[in-house]
């Protein structure tokens, strides 16, 4: 059969209420035309984001009844120690409560605490705007190196992820004493979830190697990155996804991972150091804000729940079915003439707010208008990722649509590109907004704005 089905039946539902336009308009005016600031009550789909947002199966949840509360060595941990060395191979293996938390302990094991970090810079495909805050804090500079494709939000390639090896070696070969470790993100989250191929992997690797660097996955969505792998990458198709995740993390020296993208899970988060006694540095420092080396800042049923989640993610029905129906939004609406970020990535479909409603300039927050509108219309909840997001620093004016792992079935999506498709045939009647009121750092959470 063509085609690809959930592969999961619902047995526990939870009721979407439904809104009006009119009730709508008052809440985003009420929310000052922020979707942040909307009670997720007065959501009717809410693809914010993909993080901590999925459904866990029922194993999952009997994984919960099942957890250890006892403070040391609770059996959960080592369920979920098993799983993740399985998965990784790896044997230093720390739970986190999410993937800030690793971040933050890796960057003080490998770079030092204060501002050890000035004049130093740590490398990355495209760094997760958390990794660069815990990066810059300590002084140093994250920098991005995605290949020039990578940056082309239009342009056809299949691992639009990777590293840009001559620009990596540049760096290296100018600056080798000033970087204190490589990181590589699988997906990359932050040029729309784009893959990154084996072979780029192992070149980065092979550039470690013969400067003398360690390398650092960021591998929030390390399934996601294999199932395109065996999907695109030239002789991949026969390996298991779960041989193909084994040498991906082969290739590194540690990783830090998000459990709420690829762990299935709420919250939860995981570092791995396989030098011995880096490793035991970070357990020194986990234990001084996350808890004892055996719970990291989580709930025994959280570990169970990790446990279970790593397992299930490499489920090939469930990754066929995951990546397939992001692709079948990105085919709909670009069919409907909605301009996007191409191809469609592992766990977002970005929306082209400039293209859409040319008539709102840059200045005037294209995204924001396209997010509000789509909002009134449909009661969904998208996120601008353009200027309000990144001021200066944006390169696109984009509406993210990021889908929640096993949680809205096929209907829910059509109704998402009906939506879409009918805002945008009155897309000329959307107005841009003003900033009246925001706070002096990362202001899209909490700013309020105004219609122009
Ligand atoms: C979500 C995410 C993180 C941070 O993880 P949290 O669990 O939100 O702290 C880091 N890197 C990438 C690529 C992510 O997507």
């Given at each position: ?393 944006a390169v696109m004016e984009s509406v993210r649509l990021a889908v929640p792992r096993r ?46």
């Open positions: 059969m063509k085609t690809i089905i959930e592969p999961f039946r619902i047995k526990s539902v939870e009721p979407i209420r439904m809104t009006t336009p009119r009730q709508r308009r008052q809440y985003l005016r009420q929310a000052g035309y922020n979707l942040f600031r909307i009670p997720a009550a007065h959501v009717i789909i809410d693809l914010l984001t993909d993080s901590g947002t999925g459904a866990m199966s029922s194993e999952q949840w009997a994984g919960v009844m099942r957890g250890d509360e006892s403070y040391a060595g609770a059996s959960s941990y080592y369920r979920f120690l098993e799983v993740v060395e399985q998965l990784t191979g790896m044997r230093n293996i720390l739970p986190t409560h999410q993937g800030r938390a690793s971040e933050r302990i890796l960057v003080e094991v490998m770079i030092g605490s204060g501002q050890a970090g000035r004049g130093r810079l740590v490398p990355n495909n495209a760094h997760f705007d958390t990794t660069r805050a815990n990066i810059e804090h300590s002084g140093a500079e994250a920098v991005d190196l995605l290949t020039s494709q990578g940056t082309s939000p239009t342009h056809l390639a299949p691992f639009k992820g990777n590293m840009d090896l001559a620009k990596l070696e540049t760096l290296l070969d100018e600056r080798a004493d000033d970087v204190p470790f490589v990181m590589l993100t699988i997906t990359c989250n932050s040029n729309g979830g784009q893959p990154v191929s084996l072979e780029n992997l192992q070149a980065v690797r092979a550039l470690c190697d013969r400067y003398g660097k360690s390398l650092f996955l960021d591998a929030a969505r390390f399934a996601e990155n294999a199932w395109f792998i065996k999907q695109r990458e030239p002789g991949r198709a026969g390996q298991s996804v779960s041989q193909i995740v084994r040498e991906m993390f082969e290739l590194a020296d540690g990783a830090t991972i998000s459990a709420k993208k690829d762990g299935l899970v709420n919250i939860g988060g995981v570092l791995l150091i396989r030098d011995d006694a880096l490793f035991r540095k970070a357990c020194d420092l986990l234990i001084l804000t996350e808890g004892f080396v055996t719970y990291g800042g989580l709930a025994g049923r959280d570990l169970e729940a990790m446990a279970v989640g790593f397992r299930e993610v490499l489920d090939e029905d469930y990754l066929r079915y995951r990546i397939r129906s992001i692709q079948y939004m990105g085919e709909k609406l670009l069919a409907g003439g909605v301009s996007i970020v191409q191809p469609p990535g592992g766990h977002a479909i970005y929306i082209d707010a400039t293209d859409f409603c040319p008539h709102i300039p840059k200045m005037q927050f294209p995204g924001q208008a396209v997010a509000c509108g789509l909002y009134e219309l449909g009661g969904i909840r998208s996120c601008e990722i353009g200027s309000v997001m990144m001021g200066e620093l949680t809205y079935t096929q209907s829910h999506i059509d109704y998402v590109i009906e939506v879409v498709l009918a805002l945008k045939t009155k897309a000329h009647k959307l107005r841009g907004f003003r900033i009246i009121e925001q706070p002096q750092a990362l202001r899209h959470f909490t700013a309020r704005f105004e219609p122009m």
